[in-house]
């Protein structure tokens, strides 16, 4: 199963692992990472996520197919889908928009003060 791991994560711990990376040519899993839960939450509202749900796995669709997947018009979903791929979350070639993978892990810590 093809996953990435959603996180929260400072900037500098990302590239730790990137540098770490690259010196032991050992490709790493699959993440994207937020710099703060705000963002996190702000980024995959609900209505967000659900669209993720119903790309996952399901290789390039067009906007109305996933507008008819989630139920909802395509206005509000092209607005969904832009705020998506600026994140960085999906990708956008000929055949249409592609979130490439098959499940998601969400991992983060939620610490006092």
């Known amino acids: 199963m093809n996953t990435v791991t959603i996180e929260v994560r400072t900037l500098a711990e990302t590239l730790d692992d990137v540098v770490e ?3 032991t040519l050992t490709p790493s899993e699959p993440r994207i990472s937020f710099e703060t839960p705000e963002l996190l939450w702000n ?4 209505k967000r996520w659900e669209i993720l749900k119903a790309m996952a796995g399901s290789g390039p669709l067009a906007l109305r197919e996933i507008a008819r997947r989630v139920g909802r018009d395509v206005k509000s979903v092209h607005t969904d889908i832009h705020a998506l791929l600026n994140a960085g979350l999906i990708n956008r070639s000929a055949e249409g928009f592609r979130f490439p993978y098959d499940a998601v892990h969400v991992d983060f810590l ?3 003060g």
């Open 43 to 46: 980024v995959l509202t609900a």
């Open 21 to 23: 990376a690259m010196e």
């Open 110 to 112: 939620l610490k006092a």
